[in-house]
């Protein structure tokens, strides 16, 4: 038995009640889902504005597929960069209102390659500790001094950031927190970069296409813009297709373009999903409706689930979980939803600290007033 330690490892998880395991969709992303057979109404996708299965995203992903076939066969530094990549970072640069976009192939990886580029040994990163699992991963692999703050605690942020000298200053943060759903201080946080000359990298996965006018994304939804910002936003979440893109100044995309890893030696995504991403942007640009419908089932939910038994964490945002604490009782509180069609995931260590397992509902433009109020009575059943 060669590998009788990772045996014994998965069955300790297994008895903490934190071991994984996936479930089959047989259906597109959609509220309505078809999951190992049964028809659930799901609470649990990143679809924000319902566009992963829109007709319009699909038909241009046909169309790229027929003029530039399946694969882009090489990294884009090779032969792999087309002209439907090309035209979407035009279009992201514009949207995010900055000179210039890189497009990667997944948030994970544009995290990863732009720290990496951006900070060495020399230099410090400054985090706030409930930052996405890539920006963790990404600030240690770039081998910089690692400061990790309280979350949103500004005095602490500051503080460090006073101790540290010499070398570059890198702030990096996810914009709305995605297993919170709560928003990073993006003003202040603004204000201690230009006091003491850093840089800030803001991760937007669960802001753009929701937040800001035109869906532009947190940095306009907080009213903030600056050269010192990188703007990383991912395109498979509320943009429903795949990928990532970082907007900055020209010499950054540049350095990144020359010097981030994970976008150097990679395949290019397909220039079909670019073809579907350039649609999505429209979808999203003119998606003040959505967005609209949107905040109306987030305020339906939150008064509707004012007085259960377990709370849910502040937030204004589509991402809504429900605190349940204990690992066992979120899970078994998920299991009877889903018993009963509805379905809510189970987020619980080390995703999210000890004590704080939590269903993580989602809400998206595709439900309507019903499919929350459905979720809302079940939950309020199961309480009793
Ligand atoms: C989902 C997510 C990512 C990763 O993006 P992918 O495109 O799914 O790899 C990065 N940061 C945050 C905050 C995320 O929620």
Avoid at 25 to 52: E, K, M, R, T, W
Avoid at 283 to 291: K, T, V
Wanted: hydrophobic share 45%; aromatic share 4%; net charge neutral.
């Amino acid at each position: 038995m060669p590998f009788a330690a990772l045996q014994s490892a998965l069955d300790e998880r297994a008895a903490q009640g934190l071991l994984r395991r996936r479930s089959t969709a047989q259906s597109p992303q959609a509220p309505h889902i078809i999951v190992d057979g049964q028809s659930l109404l799901s609470f649990c996708s990143n679809d924000y504005l319902g566009l992963a299965n829109h007709p319009q995203l699909i038909a241009a992903l046909q169309q790229g597929a027929q003029q530039y076939g399946a694969g882009a066969g090489a990294a884009h530094l090779v032969s792999g960069h087309t002209r439907p990549h090309e035209r979407l970072e035009h279009a992201l640069a514009d949207f995010a209102g900055k000179p210039a976009a890189l497009l990667f192939s997944t948030g994970y990886m544009a995290n990863l390659g732009v720290v990496q580029a951006l900070v060495g040994k020399a230099d410090t990163v400054f985090a706030d500790k409930l930052n996405h699992a890539s920006l963790n991963d990404a600030m240690q692999l770039s081998r910089a001094n690692v400061r990790r703050y309280r979350h949103n605690d500004m005095a602490q942020l500051g503080l460090l950031l006073e101790q540290t000298s010499g070398g570059r200053k890198l702030i990096i943060t996810d914009a709305v927190f995605s297993m919170d759903g709560d928003l990073a201080a993006l003003p202040e946080i603004l204000k201690l970069c230009e006091r003491h000359d850093a840089w800030l990298l803001v991760d937007d996965a669960h802001g753009f296409g929701v937040l800001g006018e035109h869906g532009r994304g947190s940095l306009a939804h907080s009213g903030i813009a600056s050269s010192r910002i990188i703007y990383m936003a991912t395109l498979g979440k509320a943009a429903g297709v795949f990928g990532a893109f970082v907007a900055a100044d020209r010499v950054v995309v540049e350095t990144l373009l020359n010097h981030a890893r994970s976008y150097i030696y990679t395949t290019a995504t397909p220039p079909a999903l670019a073809e579907a991403l350039l649609a999505s942007l429209q979808l999203i640009e003119h998606g003040d409706g959505l967005r609209a419908h949107l905040r109306r089932l987030i305020a339906q939910l939150r008064g509707g689930l004012r007085d259960l038994r377990w709370p849910l964490m502040p937030s204004d945002t589509a991402i809504q979980p429900l605190l349940t604490g204990d690992n066992r009782a979120t899970l078994d509180l998920s299991r009877q939803l889903r018993e009963r069609g509805i379905w809510v995931a189970a987020i619980r260590p080390p995703t999210v600290a000890q004590g704080t397992a939590r269903l993580r509902i989602t809400l998206s433009a595709a439900h309507d007033a019903a499919d929350v109020e459905r979720l809302i009575g079940t939950l309020h059943e199961l309480a009793r």
